[in-house]
């Protein structure tokens, strides 16, 4: 007992030690955004003088910082892949779970050998099929990037998918149900765990997403940005010494709705992950 006492407590002490340790950055962040300078701060932890005026002059938008319209795009860029994405993955993984048909087995397997692969490897390529289509500079070219392979995602929904009762599915089918219907007005009512653990993992997507939204969004102009390049461009070595601290501000804006949502949907999010490990 006094073994397994010893290996407790150093067990939760490391957990304590990594949880101080990645807070750091944040609270940092959280401090330095109350700051009433307007560069990085490195002589002190904590700001020798409190302001909120960064919080005010997120608002107020300039040729440089124009964040109430980063925040619209990239909020609207979200809410539209997260419809298409959360509709692609869970018809996909229903099909995979329900329906029995000659190719499922292989095109499962290509679905997880492609989940193999970074989806880095292939901006480039995808790029420029984009070019080619005008697509560009726009947000719907980013909206059809983020949705075109969500379906490839459908494991751990389709582990949920797999612990509704077989029976439901067969007496829906004797009594003239499409699989449509079954789908909708049967297993999705069932399913509310699985569908807000899809809607959020497909919203972080495009919420915290650079590298795509750089490349597609190349173009310069700044009132098509999402928050991810607006923030980083405030980071330019040019512009640092005057807007690190906004860039502070705006990192803890734009996690506050996130962060809303995930505290709002914790319960069903930890079943939906659950739920889809049984048999994933």
Request: charged share 10%.
């Amino acid at each position: 007992m006094k073994k397994k006492g010893l290996k407790t407590f150093f067990h939760n002490l490391l957990i304590a030690v990594l949880a101080i340790i990645w807070l750091i950055p944040i609270v940092w962040l959280l401090f330095t955004s109350f700051s009433s300078y307007d560069g990085i701060n490195t002589s002190s932890f904590f700001p020798e003088e409190w302001s909120i005026k960064h919080y005010v002059q997120l608002f107020q938008p300039d040729t440089v910082a124009q964040f109430p319209r980063w925040f619209l795009n990239t909020f609207v860029i979200a809410c539209c892949t997260c419809v298409i994405s959360t509709m692609f993955i869970l018809m996909v993984a229903y099909a995979t779970s329900v329906m029995r048909f000659k190719a499922r087995k292989p095109l499962m397997n290509v679905a997880v050998i492609l989940n193999l692969f970074p989806g880095m490897l292939s901006m480039i390529a995808v790029y420029f099929v984009l070019k080619m289509f005008n697509l560009t500079n726009n947000h719907l070219g980013l909206i059809m990037v983020y949705s075109a392979s969500s379906g490839l995602g459908y494991l751990i929904a389709k582990g949920f998918f797999d612990t509704v009762p077989r029976a439901l599915c067969e007496a829906a089918k004797i009594d003239g149900c499409s699989e449509s219907k079954i789908f909708f007005k049967m297993i999705l009512p069932l399913s509310r765990p699985i569908i807000v653990y899809t809607v959020i993992s497909s919203f972080l997507v495009p919420w915290m997403d650079f590298v795509y939204a750089k490349i597609i969004l190349n173009a310069g102009i700044s009132s098509k940005y999402t928050v991810a390049i607006g923030l980083y461009r405030m980071l330019d070595k040019s512009l640092i010494n005057q807007y690190f601290t906004l860039f502070c501000a705006a990192g803890i804006v734009i996690s506050i709705p996130i962060s809303a949502l995930f505290v709002l949907m914790q319960k069903f999010y930890v079943e939906g992950v659950t739920g889809g490990a049984v048999k994933g």
